[in-house]
């Protein structure tokens, strides 16, 4: 079998359509989730605490070290714990939609799958095969 071949097989399986659906899906969440972040919840924390922008918001481990020329040698050492925080809570709300998702389909898919059927009696053919064993049984001993 040819590359060629080997690959188009590959690429119209199912499964690698569905992957790659989910991917172009998943960017494009990503993008939406990003900006209800950016755009909505963390300007409304923002004003709960004061500062304009989040992301800003850091300790200074070491202040930046200046020369007698005026000019910084050694930049300063910051603690950026904004950035982090607002990185959990894009982490937190993806976490919670993708579950709730999951939740909604596993649903959907306990209400397709069709009740098993309650254990009936043995079909002729199974009475007709156990008949036949214990006359063989009796016939043994």
Do not use: C, H, W
């Not at 590359?3 to 590959?10: D, G, R, T, V």
């Not at 499964?15 to 998943?26: E, K, P, Q, S, Y």
């Not at 714990?81 to 389909?105: E, H, P, R, S």
């Not at 036949?132 to 001993?141: F, P, V």
């Amino acid at each position: 079998m040819s590359i060629l071949s080997e690959f188009k097989e590959f690429a119209l399986r199912g499964n690698v359509i569905d992957l790659a659906v989910g991917v172009v899906i998943g960017g494009a969440f990503g993008k939406i989730v990003t900006s209800l972040v950016n755009d909505l919840i963390m300007p409304s924390v923002s004003v709960l605490i004061s500062s304009a922008d989040f992301k800003s918001l850091s300790a200074v481990l070491r202040p930046a070290t200046i020369g007698a020329d005026g000019k910084e040698t050694m930049p300063a050492i910051l603690l950026n714990y904004g950035a982090f925080v607002q990185t959990i809570v894009d982490f937190t709300i993806i976490a919670v939609v993708i579950f709730l998702a999951i939740k909604v389909i596993n649903r959907i898919r306990r209400q397709e799958q069709p009740e098993t059927p309650a254990a009936s009696e043995p079909s002729e053919e199974v009475k007709l095969l156990t008949e036949i064993r214990d006359a063989l049984k009796k016939q043994g001993t």
